[in-house]
């Protein structure tokens, strides 16, 4: 499967299994293991969704947002759960405006879950660990 490195963005081909004890990028040998959320901005969104056969969860949010700021723990707590299962990322809405504009976010945080480079589901609100949790495991390969 095609897993993007979050730290050089370089397309990895990682053999599918049920665990990894270690999975190092062929390019910079950073853990693909890590399960930080990343930053995504303009200039890298297009070629993370694009490119990763992993289901891509995408927490759009604003730092002003108060549920924003109680779903943040919860969104990375939720990524541990899932390392070269699933890709968390997050889009600063006040930041990345064009990006917000383009898929349409009305009310932040929203979720956005995209497979094959295309949006498969979406959720506005702030969830907690669990249900993060849950609604990722619907989407993985």
Known sequence: ??????????????????SYA??????????????RPMELSHANFDTVVANSDLPVI???WAPWCGPCKMMAPNFAKSA???????????????????LGARFGIRSIPTIIIF????EVHRVS??????????????FLI
């Open 115 to 118: 497979k094959e480079g295309k």
């Open 125 to 138: 609100g702030a969830l907690d660990e669990a249900n993060l949790s849950r609604m990722v495991s619907q």
């Open 58 to 60: 995408v927490d759009f």
């Open 1 to 18: 499967m095609r897993v993007v490195c979050k730290h050089c963005l370089s397309v990895n081909n990682v053999p599918k299994k049920e």
């Open 80 to 98: 541990t759960n899932f390392p070269l299962k699933a890709l968390f990322a997050k889009v600063n809405t006040e930041e990345e405006q064009h």
């Open 22 to 35: 270690k999975a190092n990028c062929g390019k910079c040998k950073n853990s693909l293991l890590d399960t």
